[in-house]
């Protein structure tokens, strides 16, 4: 098991950025494939990014290709989703979640979740 602890949320205008960070604890980080979720009011978790366990390979949602990163430092048991060209539809609580092996886009496979950050982008 590894405990997962997100910061970094908050409340921007459209068009700035934001980076998130999820600070792991417990042991063998670096087995796990994290992942970033999001969650919008009234909506389901969906899938935002992930970045395998060694933090070569990453992929992301369409929605956000190309205007959000994640990294992870598999020293310091972090792995963070630097957010840029933030839209008012990127409003949510994000969540951080790892899982042992590879990386998935389903929440469902992922046993180990934060307990979220909000971000609110307003127009």
């Known amino acids: 098991q590894v405990q997962l602890v997100e910061s970094g949320g908050g409340l921007v205008q459209t068009g700035a950025s934001l980076s998130l960070s999820c600070a792991a604890s417990?042991?063998?980080?670096?087995?796990?494939?994290m992942g970033w979720f999001r969650q919008a009011p009234g909506k389901g978790r969906e899938f935002v990014a992930a970045?395998?366990?060694?933090?070569?390979?990453?992929y992301y949602a369409d929605s956000v290709k190309g205007r959000f990163t994640i990294s992870r430092d598999n020293a310091k048991n972090t792995v963070s989703l630097q957010m840029n060209s933030l839209k008012p539809e990127d409003t949510g609580v994000y969540y951080c979640?790892?899982?042992?092996?590879?990386?998935?886009?389903?929440?469902?496979?992922?046993?180990?979740w934060g307990q979220g950050t909000q971000v609110t982008v307003s127009s």
């Open positions: 979640a790892a899982r042992p092996g590879g990386w998935n886009t389903s929440p469902g496979q992922y046993n180990n």
């Open positions: 417990g042991r063998a980080f670096s087995s796990y494939a």
């Open positions: 970045i395998n366990r060694s933090g070569i390979s990453t």
